[in-house]
T-cell receptor, first 112, second 113 residues
Framework: DAGVTQSPTHLIKTRGQQVTLRCSPKSGHDTVSWYQQALGQGPQFIFQYYEEEERQRGNFPDRFSGHQFPNYSSELNVNALLLGDSALYLC???????????FGPGTRLTVL | GDSVTQMEGPVTLSEEAFLTINCTYTATGYPSLFWYVQYPGEGLQLLLKATKADDKGSNKGFEATYRKETTSFHLEKGSVQVSDSAVYFCAHSGGGSNYKLTFGKGTLLTVNP
């Protein structure tokens, strides 16, 4: 049983560019959350998707947007990249009725 | 607002020493509490959880008890191993319609042989 998978593993972009990160949830899970983890910090909640809609959002600007597909996979899009967007981006999945979130290995984004 | 405060690191112990990492939280409602572990270059793995007051979560020799009266969820292990070296994160879910996990800043544990 595959766990949560994310792609790509690493990504290097320059300021002002746009990036798309992808996540496939654990089998049987229908809810996907995204977190940003800056170096030396705990993960910060970006948003959560359920039934292809954004259900809850953290304190992140509109440059951060997402999407969930009918197969429950998800994308995180970041526009107009800033140096401060450099971080590990983690995807987590869960069943809607559960509160235990399973994390993927993350995508390391570097903005130059 | 919701927050988690955990013991500042880094923590350095010798093998077989006793470990305590303190964690306190602020939350509305009745959150579930979690400890996650992150090994170098990897994502987060759930270590243990507790969903209501006085519950004890345990896994791989680690334990933590949900203390509602002190809003705490301290992580303990009686005898650490070199393989326990990692970053440990305390977290809570908001409960009700608050689905996000709120994390502490993490505590780096290094266990020396």
């Amino acid at each position: 049983d595959a766990g949560v998978t994310q792609s790509p593993t690493h990504l290097i972009k320059t300021r002002g560019q746009q990036v798309t990160l992808r996540c496939s949830p654990k089998s049987g899970h229908d809810t996907v959350s995204w977190y940003q983890q800056a170096l030396g910090q705990g993960p910060q909640f970006i948003f959560q998707y359920y039934e292809e809609e954004e259900r809850q959002r953290g304190n992140f600007p509109d440059r951060f947007s997402g999407h969930q597909f009918p197969n429950y996979s998800s994308e995180l899009n970041v526009n107009a990249l800033l140096l401060g967007d450099s971080a590990l981006y983690l995807c987590a999945s869960t069943e809607q009725r559960d509160n235990e979130q399973f994390f993927g290995p993350g995508t390391r984004l570097t903005v130059l | 607002g919701d927050s988690v405060t955990q013991m500042e690191g880094p923590v350095t112990l010798s093998e077989e020493a006793f470990l305590t990492i303190n964690c306190t939280y602020t939350a509305t409602g009745y959150p579930s509490l979690f400890w996650y572990v992150q090994y170098p270059g990897e994502g987060l793995q759930l270590l243990l959880k507790a969903t209501k007051a006085d519950d004890k979560g345990s896994n791989k020799g680690f334990e933590a008890t949900y203390r509602k009266e002190t809003t705490s969820f301290h992580l303990e292990k009686g005898s650490v191993q070199v393989s326990d070296s990692a970053v440990y994160f305390c977290a809570h879910s908001g409960g009700g319609s608050n689905y996000k996990l709120t994390f502490g800043k993490g505590t780096l544990l290094t266990v020396n042989p």
